[in-house]
C-alpha cells in the first residue's frame, strides 16, 4: 500500500533548498523528477496554507471565493503526483519483463515532466 500522504512531512524542506537539477540530462532521471514533482506539490501546499492561515475571513468566504483557485490547484497537483507515485511503485514491482518495466518508467518520467 502507498502513503499518499507520507510526502506532506516533508514540508519544512520548501524554501530552505533550490533545484539542484539543471541540465536535461538530469531531468531525464526518474528519481530526480520525482522528486521535482514532490517539491512543487510541498510548494503549491504550503503556500495556499499560509494564505489560508493568515486570512481573517469565515471559513466558507475562504473555500468559495478568495482561495478557491489556490485549493483547486493544490488538489490537483496532489493528484497528479500521487498518481505519479502510484504508477512508479507499480512499474517497480508489478510486471516481470524488463523493457515493459523501463517503458513504463519513461512514460512516468515524460508524464511528470508534463505536469511539471
Known sequence: MIDIFEYLNEIEKVGKTSCPYKTAEEFTQPENVF??????????????????????????????SLFGIDLIKMAAIHIKFVGVKIMKKRSETQYSCENFMKHRQNLGVLLALHFV
Request: charged fraction near 25%; aromatic fraction near 6%.
Open 35 to 64: 522528486e521535482v514533482m514532490k517539491y512543487l506539490a510541498l510548494s503549491v501546499y504550503k503556500t495556499t496554507n499560509e494564505k489560508l492561515l493568515a486570512s481573517n475571513a469565515t471559513q466558507k468566504e475562504k473555500t468559495n
